[in-house]
C-alpha cells in the first residue's frame, strides 16, 4: 500500500510537528525541512520518534531556491506545507529585509520549483497565511475583508497570499491559503504572548519571584488551539478545488484577560491598579506585583483587534474548533509547570515552600509531582 508523502516546512516551530504528527498517524510519510544550524533545537520533534523511519528530516532554507527545487525533485510530495516563516511580528520591525526573503519569497520560490519541475498538477500546496494580513481592518474579518496589512511580517504574508492566488490562477496549481488567527499550543515559542504568560505563571506558581512583564495588555486576539489549525490545513488540501479558508475561533480576548485566566489556573486572581506604562496587576490578598508593563514592549504599529468569521471553512471543509480557549491556557500552564519541574531543581524546593502558602496552586503542584 502506498502512503502519500507531505513535505512541511518549519518543521521545527509549533505548527510543523503537529501538523507532522497529524498526517503521520494517518499513515502519510513526512519529509520535515529544517534549516541548517549549528545548535539544533529538535525539542518539538521529540513527538513524532515513534514513527520510525516514515518520518525524515531534511536540511532547507527559504532563502535558497536551488536547494528547494532539489528537495522537491528528490521527495516528489503529494502535499507541500509551506509553514517557515519568520514567524515574530515584533521582530519583523527589526529585521524588514530577512522577513520579506523567507516570508514573501520563499513561498515564491517553492511555487516556482512546482512549476520548474512539472509538478502542477501532482503536487498541492498549502501557504500559511495570516491575519495579520487583516491589519486593522473592522471587526469581524473573513475571506472577503480587505486586507490592510501594518507591518512588515504582514506586508511580506500579503505578497505570500497573493502569489499563492496567482500561481494558482495562472498555472492551474491546487494552491491554498489558509488564513489562520493566532493559535498556540505548549510548544508555542516563549517570545509570544500567551506562551510568555503561562511560563511566567508557572514559574510564579513554583515559588518565583519575577513579574510578568509585558506591553499592551488591550490588544484583541482571536485565540484557537493549534492542534485544531492543523487539521484545517490538511482538509484544505483534500478538497477537489483549491481556495482560501479563515480558521478562526469567533470568540475575541484582550492580552489582559488572557493573563487573568492563566493566573486563576494558579487559583490567584489579578487586579488591575494605575494607567498606561505605569499599570500593574497584583494579587488582591498580598499586593504582590504579579504584572508590570515595559514600554519597550509596545510595537511601533498596533493591530488592535482581530476576531475571525470561519463561516467558509465550517460549511465547506467541515472544520470547527474543538478546544476552549480556558482549556487551552490550563493545558500550557500545566506543561510550563511539568517542564519547570523536571527542570528546575532550586524551583522545585521553592514550590514545596509555597506548597502551603498558596492554597489555590496546591492542586496543580500535588499533580505536576
Ligand atoms: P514558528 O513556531 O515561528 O515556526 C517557524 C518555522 O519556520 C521554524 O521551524 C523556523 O525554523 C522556520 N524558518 C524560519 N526561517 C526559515 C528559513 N529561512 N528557512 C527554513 N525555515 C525557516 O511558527 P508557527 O507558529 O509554527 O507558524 C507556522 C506558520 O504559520 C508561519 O508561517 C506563521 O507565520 C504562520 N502563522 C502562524 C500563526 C500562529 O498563530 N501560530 C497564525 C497565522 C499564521 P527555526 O526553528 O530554525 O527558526
Ligand atoms: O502578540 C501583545 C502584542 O506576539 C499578540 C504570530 O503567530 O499571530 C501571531 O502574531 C498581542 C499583540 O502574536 C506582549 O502587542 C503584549 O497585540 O503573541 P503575539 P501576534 O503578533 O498576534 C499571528 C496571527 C501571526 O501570524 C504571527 O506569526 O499581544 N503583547 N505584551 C505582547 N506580545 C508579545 N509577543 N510579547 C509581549 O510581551
Not at 488564513?179 to 498556540?184: A, G, K
Request: net charge negative.
Amino acid at each position: 500500500m502506498t502512503f502519500k508523502t507531505a513535505l512541511i516546512t518549519g518543521i521545527t516551530g509549533q505548527d510543523g510537528p503537529l501538523l507532522a504528527e497529524f498526517l503521520l498517524e494517518k499513515g502519510y510519510r513526512v519529509v520535515g525541512a529544517r534549516q541548517w544550524s549549528p545548535l539544533p533545537d529538535d525539542q518539538n520533534l521529540t513527538r513524532l520518534e515513534k514513527f520510525g523511519d516514515r518520518f525524515s528530516l531534511r536540511p532547507a532554507d527559504m532563502s535558497d531556491s536551488g536547494n528547494l527545487t532539489r528537495l522537491l525533485a528528490e521527495e516528489k510530495p503529494d502535499e507541500i506545507y509551506n509553514l517557515a516563516a519568520q514567524s515574530h511580528v515584533a521582530i519583523s520591525y527589526d529585521l524588514p529585509e530577512m522577513t520579506a526573503d523567507v516570508n514573501a519569497l520563499g513561498p515564491l520560490r517553492l511555487l516556482e520549483a512546482i512549476r520548474t519541475l512539472g509538478m502542477e498538477k501532482t503536487t498541492r500546496f498549502y501557504q500559511a497565511s495570516s491575519s495579520e494580513m487583516f491589519g486593522n481592518a473592522p471587526a469581524p474579518q473573513s475571506e472577503t475583508t480587505p486586507f490592510a496589512p501594518c507591518s512588515p511580517y504582514a506586508a511580506a504574508k500579503l505578497y505570500a497570499y497573493w502569489i499563492t492566488v496567482t500561481y494558482r490562477n495562472a498555472y492551474g496549481i491546487h494552491a491554498s491559503n489558509g488564513i489562520l488567527f493566532n493559535h498556540e499550543s505548549p510548544i508555542r515559542g516563549q517570545d509570544f504572548v500567551t506562551r510568555k504568560i503561562t511560563h511566567a505563571v508557572a514559574k510564579i506558581s513554583l515559588g518565583g519571584t519575577d513579574p510578568l512583564v509585558l506591553g499592551n495588555l488591550d490588544s484583541r486576539r482571536d485565540w484557537g488551539h493549534a492542534r485544531d489549525y492543523v487539521e484545517g490545513m490538511w482538509q484544505m488540501l483534500q478538497q477537489d478545488t483549491p481556495g482560501d479558508y479563515v480558521l478562526a475561533t469567533g470568540e475575541s480576548r484582550t492580552v489582559r484577560a488572557c493573563v487573568e485566566q492563566a493566573f486563576s489556573c494558579i487559583g490567584l486572581r489579578v487586579i488591575w491598579r494605575g494607567r498606561g506604562p505605569n499599570e500593574i496587576g497584583c494579587d488582591p490578598r498580598t499586593g504582590r506585583v504579579l504584572v508590570r508593563i515595559d514600554p519597550a514592549l509596545f510595537r511601533p504599529n498596533e493591530v488592535h483587534a482581530l476576531l475571525g468569521d470561519s463561516d467558509k471553512a465550517r460549511r465547506v471543509l467541515g472544520w470547527k474548533p474543538k478546544i476552549s480557549f480556558a482549556d487551552m491556557i490550563y493545558e500550557m500552564v500545566q506543561s510550563d509547570r511539568q517542564d519547570l519541574f523536571q527542570g528546575t531543581e532550586s524551583l522545585l524546593t521553592k514550590s514545596l515552600e509555597t506548597f502551603y502558602q498558596n492554597e489555590g496552586s496546591a492542586h496543580l503542584i500535588r499533580e505536576a509531582s
